[in-house]
């Protein structure tokens, strides 16, 4: 073996992270509306650059005035209205007898309402309003309790408990059971350790039941129905349309602007000094990199979206409760591309199918093995086994993790854990069997 020290040249292969393909590589994981902001981001630095939008056309006067003569004839002008969003303020303000209270106290109640949350729920201090407005604590509470009064029912509530107490109060004001267990067993009553207040204050089992069945219908946040979000509009990245022949695959690009080269400017300054020259020759190369790379992006995304409809042409034809077990580690070995560029081509895309728009991660499930070794199947169609299973057990002797597990392997053939059962069950949303019992 030769130890010593010396100086070879050697040739290797190594794949160098360059920002072009940096660039690239955050292309095909953008979203529609993020590869819009990044194009106009390019065009501000690029003057080579144009983008022509689909969705915005050029005006023209003598059209466009013919077009608004027309629309006046066809719509009501009542439509042309902006509509005035009713808030939680003016909701309020509008059932107080303004006859009955003082400046002092409207003063106060104002400036309590702008305290309430989302929700309804009262999140200020009282002593420190007394203090900023120069008034009696007394005074405060006062206008506290006539927010109180007001509806929806449980405005107000310095918490859930308190909220609770308005709206079984305003139901029902002689339901003193309610009361008692609301303000002085809230805790061990919502963890329904049901026997111990029971035993303490001599009901049965079932009064408590169905003061819990009650509570199901009042509104943990009486102050959200006010509150109005604009509706969120999703632009499917891919059509997915049922044909004779099958599922036809179509990439839906119209909603991304076009980008084109600025021949005029080109051709004005190619002419110039050697710093321009250079500056434009860096530039078409640059607008030629983003041509091809959202070329490669909508490549990868038509063959990655095409694979996933020819494995899921059931779920996509009869529901998803068809869905059928596929990882991104099994497309990526089909297609003869990384994992991470598939987890890079479904991020924040959708597809529209006959049955709605998705989005595209919704299709991977992780595999659970069956008795029979050749066969598998997806988690979703095990929630939706445990799901039923759970719809139809005795109430009153309802199933632990492990007669679920029970269960599955017996009927359907699935072998899982009861760890599993026990973390799909939470995923579902569906507490454990101790607080699904009800009591006769």
């Given at each position: 073996?030769n130890?010593?020290?010396g100086?070879w040249?050697?040739q290797?292969?190594?794949?160098?992270?360059?920002?072009?393909?940096?660039?690239a590589?955050?292309?095909?994981?953008?979203?529609?509306?993020e590869?819009t902001a990044?194009l106009e981001?390019k065009?501000l630095e690029?003057?080579?650059?144009?983008?022509?939008s689909?969705?915005?056309?050029?005006?023209?006067?003598?059209?466009?005035r013919?077009?608004r003569?027309?629309?006046?004839e066809e719509?009501n002008w009542?439509?042309q209205?902006?509509?005035?969003?009713?808030s939680?303020e003016?909701?309020?303000?509008?059932?107080?007898?303004?006859?009955?209270?003082?400046?002092?106290?409207l003063?106060?109640?104002?400036?309590l309402?702008l305290?309430?949350d989302e929700?309804g729920?009262?999140?200020?201090?009282l002593?420190?309003i007394?203090?900023s407005?120069?008034?009696?604590?007394?005074l405060v509470?006062?206008?506290?309790?006539?927010?109180?009064?007001l509806?929806?029912?449980?405005?107000?509530?310095?918490?859930?408990?308190?909220?609770?107490?308005m709206?079984l109060?305003y139901q029902?004001p002689?339901?003193?059971?309610?009361?008692t267990i609301?303000?002085?067993?809230f805790?061990?009553?919502?963890?329904?350790?049901?026997?111990q207040?029971?035993?303490?204050?001599?009901?049965s089992l079932?009064e408590?039941?169905?003061?819990?069945?009650?509570?199901?219908?009042?509104n943990p946040?009486p102050?959200?129905?006010?509150?109005?979000e604009a509706?969120?509009y999703?632009i499917?990245?891919?059509i997915?349309?049922?044909?004779?022949?099958?599922?036809e695959v179509?990439?839906f690009d119209d909603?991304l602007?076009?980008i084109?080269?600025?021949e005029?400017y080109?051709?004005k300054f190619?002419?110039?000094?050697?710093?321009?020259?250079?500056?434009?020759h860096?530039?078409?190369?640059?607008y030629q990199?983003i041509?091809k790379a959202?070329?490669?992006?909508?490549e990868t995304?038509?063959?990655v979206?095409s694979k996933i409809v020819e494995?899921?042409t059931v779920c996509?034809?009869k529901g998803m409760?068809?869905?059928?077990?596929?990882?991104?580690?099994?497309i990526?070995?089909?297609?003869?591309?990384h994992?991470?560029?598939?987890?890079?081509?479904?991020?924040?895309?959708y597809i529209?199918?006959p049955l709605?728009t998705?989005?595209l991660?919704?299709f991977?499930?992780?595999?659970?093995?069956?008795?029979a070794?050749?066969?598998s199947?997806?988690?979703?169609?095990v929630?939706n086994?445990?799901?039923n299973l759970?719809?139809?057990e005795?109430?009153e002797k309802?199933?632990?993790d492990?007669?679920i597990?029970?269960?599955l392997?017996?009927?359907n053939?699935i072998v899982v854990?009861r760890r599993?059962?026990a973390k799909?069950?939470e995923?579902?949303g569906?507490?454990s069997?101790?607080?699904?019992?009800?009591?006769?």
């Amino acid at each position: 073996m030769n130890l010593k020290a010396g100086l070879w040249q050697q040739q290797t292969l190594k794949l160098a992270m360059t920002q072009e393909l940096s660039q690239a590589i955050a292309l095909l994981q953008y979203s529609a509306q993020e590869l819009t902001a990044f194009l106009e981001d390019k065009v501000l630095e690029n003057p080579l650059m144009q983008l022509e939008s689909s969705t915005v056309k050029p005006m023209n006067p003598l059209m466009d005035r013919n077009r608004r003569k027309h629309q006046k004839e066809e719509k009501n002008w009542i439509e042309q209205i902006a509509e005035k969003p009713f808030s939680l303020e003016d909701h309020l303000l509008s059932q107080l007898k303004i006859t009955n209270l003082s400046t002092d106290q409207l003063k106060v109640i104002r400036h309590l309402i702008l305290h309430l949350d989302e929700n309804g729920y009262f999140m200020g201090d009282l002593n420190e309003i007394a203090e900023s407005l120069l008034v009696e604590e007394e005074l405060v509470e006062e206008c506290l309790a006539v927010i109180q009064t007001l509806e929806p029912a449980g405005i107000g509530a310095r918490n859930l408990q308190e909220c609770l107490l308005m709206q079984l109060y305003y139901q029902n004001p002689n339901n003193e059971l309610a009361q008692t267990i609301i303000t002085h067993y809230f805790v061990p009553f919502a963890e329904k350790k049901w026997r111990q207040i029971s035993k303490e204050l001599r009901v049965s089992l079932k009064e408590i039941q169905d003061l819990f069945d009650q509570i199901q219908f009042l509104n943990p946040k009486p102050g959200a129905f006010l509150r109005e979000e604009a509706p969120s509009y999703i632009i499917p990245d891919a059509i997915v349309e049922r044909t004779t022949g099958g599922l036809e695959v179509r990439m839906f690009d119209d909603s991304l602007p076009r980008i084109s080269f600025n021949e005029s400017y080109f051709k004005k300054f190619k002419d110039q000094d050697q710093q321009v020259s250079k500056f434009l020759h860096d530039k078409v190369q640059d607008y030629q990199w983003i041509l091809k790379a959202i070329e490669q992006r909508r490549e990868t995304l038509t063959r990655v979206i095409s694979k996933i409809v020819e494995k899921q042409t059931v779920c996509l034809l009869k529901g998803m409760q068809y869905l059928e077990p596929m990882t991104m580690k099994e497309i990526a070995m089909e297609l003869d591309i990384h994992e991470s560029t598939v987890s890079r081509a479904v991020r924040e895309k959708y597809i529209q199918t006959p049955l709605g728009t998705f989005p595209l991660k919704s299709f991977f499930t992780s595999t659970i093995q069956t008795v029979a070794d050749d066969e598998s199947t997806s988690s979703t169609q095990v929630k939706n086994e445990i799901s039923n299973l759970i719809e139809q057990e005795n109430k009153e002797k309802p199933l632990s993790d492990q007669d679920i597990v029970g269960l599955l392997k017996e009927n359907n053939g699935i072998v899982v854990s009861r760890r599993t059962i026990a973390k799909y069950r939470e995923q579902l949303g569906i507490q454990s069997s101790s607080k699904r019992k009800r009591f006769k």
